[in-house]
């Protein structure tokens, strides 16, 4: 019902920029939060941030807040997250990710998910 599709991955140097996008089709609902999400090699997918379609309050992880920016455009159904100052630890695949409800925080509370796009970060 709901399809999400990432895009804006690529290769950047330490200190770089990259912006992220993340479109979604299908239905959409006022009450519906949507987020991003990080994997690297042989670690456990994390939360990053995430962002309610209706509400201004806005989560980050601690290892992102105040480099990383996540923001909306709902008449697109899109999200981004502007990463700046990158590190060579945040070199992952992100994945976005979307559920009906409040905000959470853990990947098991997500219906929706997209395929992923790669970042990756050179020292």
């Known amino acids: 019902q709901v399809q999400l599709v990432e895009s804006g991955g690529g290769l950047v140097q330490a200190g770089g920029s990259l912006r992220l996008s993340c479109a979604a089709s299908?239905?959409?609902?006022?009450?519906?939060?949507m987020g991003w999400f990080r994997q690297a090699p042989g670690k456990e997918r994390e939360f990053v941030t995430a962002i309610p379609w209706s509400g201004s309050m806005t989560y980050y992880s601690g290892s992102v807040k105040g480099r990383f920016t996540i923001s909306r455009d709902v008449a697109k159904n899109t999200i981004y997250l502007q990463m700046n100052s990158l590190k060579p630890e945040d070199t992952a695949v992100y994945y976005c990710?979307?559920?009906?409800?409040?905000?959470?925080?853990?990947?098991?509370?997500?219906?929706?998910w997209g395929q992923g796009t790669q970042v990756t970060v050179s020292s």
């Open positions: 299908g239905r959409t609902f006022s009450n519906g939060n």
């Open positions: 990710a979307a559920r009906i409800g409040p905000v959470r925080q853990n990947r098991w509370d997500y219906t929706y």
